[in-house]
T-cell receptor, first 114, second 113 residues
Framework: EPEVTQTPSHQVTQMGQEVILRCVPI?????FYWYRQILGQKVEFLVS????????KSEIFDDQFSVERPDGSNFTLKIRSTKLEDSAMYFC????????????FGNGTRLTVT | KQEVTQIPAALSVPEGENLVLNCSFT??????LQWFRQDPGKGLTSLLL?????REQTSGRLNASLDKSSGRSTLYIAASQPGDSATYLC????????????FGQGTTLQVKP
């Protein structure tokens, strides 16, 4: 069965550094998402992306965050200048359409900011 | 603002028991509700999706119900097995149907052999 794949599985970075988290959504899916889960807290929506543009973003997704689909397969989340509070598990997800199709999640990237 | 709550936060049962996990949401204007399973250090796996017009969905030993008007859903697991041990998350999509999910905090289930 097709899967959403995320790399790396774990990323350690120093505060103030830029990080790029990478995702390969399922090939025929059209909608892409980033969620995050801070340890012990709920999974939170960050951003949705459709037709090569952001369709919705949460208040967490400030100017430090950006997303890009640089080619036909990759979907990236960039954090420009990481903060300690950015430490979390970041999940990429995709869906074929929004008509009651289940969301498919990747295994996540654990980001640790020191 | 939609809020999703799951009770209990943790549950431990002996193998073979039937059990019910609860989910409630504050805004009944939802498009659908999904139940996910999360294993430690892993992603989320969709178990069941209930459309807003449906009352329940079944998959194997799992049955999910939806009472939209009261803002409640339950996940029933029959004849629980140690392999069912995981965190179960409930999430709703708003009526505007952007695909964005609002999650509950999850119920961590331990099934003891």
């Amino acid at each position: 069965e097709p899967e959403v794949t995320q790399t790396p599985s774990h990323q350690v970075t120093q505060m103030g550094q830029e990080v790029i988290l990478r995702c390969v959504p399922i090939s025929n899916h059209l909608y892409f998402y980033w969620y995050r889960q801070i340890l012990g807290q709920k999974v939170e929506f960050l951003v949705s992306f459709y037709n090569n543009e952001i369709s919705e973003k949460s208040e967490i997704f400030d100017d430090q965050f950006s997303v890009e689909r640089p080619d036909g397969s990759n979907f990236t989340l960039k954090i420009r200048s990481t903060k300690l509070e950015d430490s979390a598990m970041y999940f990429c997800a995709s869906i074929v359409d929004t008509n009651n199709s289940p969301l498919h999640f990747g295994n996540g990237t654990r980001l640790t900011v020191t | 603002k939609q809020e999703v709550t799951q009770i209990p936060a943790a549950l431990s049962v002996p193998e073979g028991e039937n059990l019910v996990l609860n989910c409630s949401f504050t805004d009944s204007a939802i498009y659908n509700l999904q139940w996910f399973r999360q294993d430690p250090g892993k992603g989320l796996t969709s178990l069941l999706l209930i459309q807003s017009s449906q009352r329940e969905q079944t998959s194997g030993r799992l049955n999910a119900s939806l009472d939209k008007s009261s803002g409640r859903s339950t996940l029933y697991i029959a004849a629980s097995q140690p392999g069912d041990s995981a965190t179960y998350l409930c999430a709703v999509t708003g009526s505007s149907n952007t695909g964005k999910l609002i999650f509950g905090q999850g119920t961590t289930l331990q099934v003891k052999p």
